[in-house]
């Protein structure tokens, strides 16, 4: 069955500091990638995805991810975090092609950046 | 922007209440799910529609079951609840399989 890993599972970093988050999933096939996040008492809202195509992907905010398909990896980065970047980060993924339509999440790495 | 609305931010029940769960996209978006978020285990799938009167299986679906009558609306039913249901519940929606998911502010249920 296809799953996601998310390996660090609470980051606490200060203002200014650079971030990256891990994300490996075990599906062999093509996927679609994405990277969601869940701001203190807000619904999930989408940071970027990624499809095909460049394999560095631009997202909202200032993040962007790197997919690299041999390590079957997808980590979000971003260069200098923000106190507003504390929140809850997912990455998800799906693989339509083989008829797995809905997200499979991994289980989540929780921000808290210090002012 | 699309609207993902779930009927009740909080609820408690008693063990063995047949539960409820409603929600309502106002997108006409073809797909619904409903996924269960517990702190350490991340969003995990229940049960998913792909249209009216059609529904899958996700990873976890028992002791749940589905209900789509109609596009807009996507019902999670708890035949007879259990503590292990105690849980924060989310609903999404989305269009094609490529597009990006919109998320209801979910139902936080307690089973007592």
């Known amino acids: 069955a296809q799953s996601v890993s998310q390996h660090n599972h609470h980051v606490i970093l200060s203002e200014a500091a650079s971030l990256e988050l891990g994300c490996n999933y075990s599906y062999g096939g093509t996927v679609n990638l994405f990277w969601y996040v869940q701001y203190p008492g807000q619904h999930l809202q989408l940071l970027l995805k990624?499809?095909?195509?460049?394999?560095l992907v631009k997202g909202i905010k200032g993040f962007e991810a790197e997919f690299i398909k041999s390590k079957f990896s997808f980590n979000l980065r971003k260069p200098s975090v923000q106190w507003s970047d504390t929140a809850e980060y997912f990455c998800a993924v799906n693989a339509p092609q083989a008829g797995r339509r809905a997200l499979t999440f991994g289980s989540g790495t929780r921000l808290q950046v210090q002012p | 922007d699309v609207k993902v609305t779930q009927s009740s931010r909080y609820l408690v029940k008693r063990t063995g209440e047949k539960v409820f769960l409603e929600c309502v996209q106002d997108?006409?978006?073809?797909?619904m799910f409903w996924y269960r978020q517990d702190p350490g285990l991340g969003l995990r799938l229940i049960y998913f529609?792909?249209?009216?009167?059609?529904?899958e299986k996700g990873d976890i679906p028992e002791g749940y079951s589905v209900s789509r009558e109609k596009k807009e609306r996507f019902s999670l039913i708890l035949e007879s609840a259990s503590t292990n249901q105690t849980s924060m519940y989310l609903c999404a929606s989305r269009g094609g399989s490529g597009e990006k998911l919109f998320f209801g502010s979910g139902t936080q249920l307690s089973v007592l």
């Open positions: 997108m006409d978006h073809e797909n």
């Open positions: 990624y499809f095909s195509g460049d394999p």
């Open positions: 529609s792909y249209d009216v009167k059609m529904k």
